[in-house]
């Protein structure tokens, strides 16, 4: 009979709530380094056990410890179960962008910006824009917030890469303001200063025939209020890392959801809270998150 430990039963939210990662980086994890085994539903989602929940833990003490991802995810299929875990074989492409993603993270790491531009300019040449930015960029981001939170990544480290990322999704969004579709204005709330996520989530909109608007970070409320009446808005979209940003303008913020179609995303963001002021809640990661807006 098997154990406990191996039945499983939890989509992958419950696994990324449980184990503190993004969904998108347990996919990208999934795919590239056969680091989860799920089953199938009955209804065919995915279903994750124990056993997929400690080989994230095992890796994200193996990335703790300096190791690239790719030689966390080798010595976590190596250890666990005596090394008998159900392997997933890797296509080349999966091959492929898992090597480039950790040639980006050790550029990156090492702050050699000619190399980090090299893997990017490889990475666009080669993959679609939304592909690389959810596959490889949006993980990346997740990972170096982990080890800057876990004393493993330096503030130099963080403000280099941000810096490099932030240039190249700049490019990415050049006119990212013209053409006939529909105008969403992007902003984080005063307070907020990331916005990397944000700027993903413009570009892939922009692609699918959206107008953007991008205020950027820390905007007050009613220089946003005025920008969407000038510019006839047909949707507002507010980011925001941490809650303690949004609770003060809860009020203002209902206000506004009343005026223009609003959808908030971001970690700080709770079901209960878009609910409350009357806002769309982006739930999942801003590629995702973008195409199923456009559809």
């Given at each position: 009979m098997a154990s406990a430990q191996r039945q499983p039963g939890w989509r992958i939210g419950e696994l990324s709530r449980r184990v503190g990662v993004s969904d998108h980086v347990l996919r990208a994890w999934e795919t590239r380094y056969g680091l989860l085994n799920p089953s199938r539903s009955t209804a065919g989602y995915r279903l994750y056990s124990?056993?997929?929940?400690?080989?994230?833990?095992?890796?994200?003490?193996?990335?703790?410890?300096?190791?690239?991802?790719?030689e966390a995810a080798r010595a976590v299929l190596t250890e666990v179960d005596g090394g008998h875990v159900p392997r997933v074989t890797p296509t080349p492409y999966v091959?492929?962008?898992?090597?480039l993603s950790d040639a980006l993270r050790d550029a990156l790491d090492a702050m050699d910006e000619p190399a980090a531009q090299a893997v990017?300019?490889?990475?666009?040449?080669?993959?679609?824009?939304?592909?690389?930015?959810?596959?490889?960029?949006?993980?990346?981001?997740?990972?170096?917030?982990?080890?800057?939170?876990?004393?493993t990544a330096s503030v130099a480290q963080e403000h280099f890469a941000s810096f490099v990322i932030r240039g190249r999704l700049a490019g990415l969004a050049r006119g990212w303001g013209s053409g006939q579709g529909p105008r969403a204005v992007l902003a984080c709330p005063p307070h907020e200063l990331h916005d990397l996520a944000l700027m993903v989530f413009g570009i892939v909109l922009n692609r699918l025939g959206w107008r953007i608007d991008y205020l950027g970070t820390s905007t007050p409320i009613e220089e946003l209020a005025r920008a969407a009446e000038t510019r006839q808005t047909d949707l507002i979209v507010l980011s925001a890392s941490v809650p303690e940003v949004l609770e003060p303008l809860r009020a203002d913020l209902a206000d506004l959801a009343e005026r223009f179609?609003?959808?908030?995303?971001?970690?700080?963001?709770?079901?209960?809270?878009?609910?409350?002021?009357?806002?769309?809640?982006?739930?999942?990661?801003?590629?995702?998150?973008?195409?199923?807006?456009?559809?």
């Open positions: 124990e056993a997929d929940a400690d080989r994230i833990r095992r890796m994200r003490g193996h990335l703790a410890e300096g190791l690239s991802a790719a091959i492929e962008v898992g090597e990017l300019d490889r990475l666009l040449a080669e993959l679609s824009v939304p592909t690389v930015l959810r596959d490889v960029v949006l993980p990346y981001l997740q990972e170096l917030g982990v080890r800057w939170q876990e004393g179609p609003m959808a908030l995303a971001g970690g700080g963001i709770s079901a209960e809270f878009a609910a409350a002021v009357g806002a769309r809640h982006l739930l999942g990661d801003p590629v995702t998150e973008a195409e199923g807006l456009a559809q």
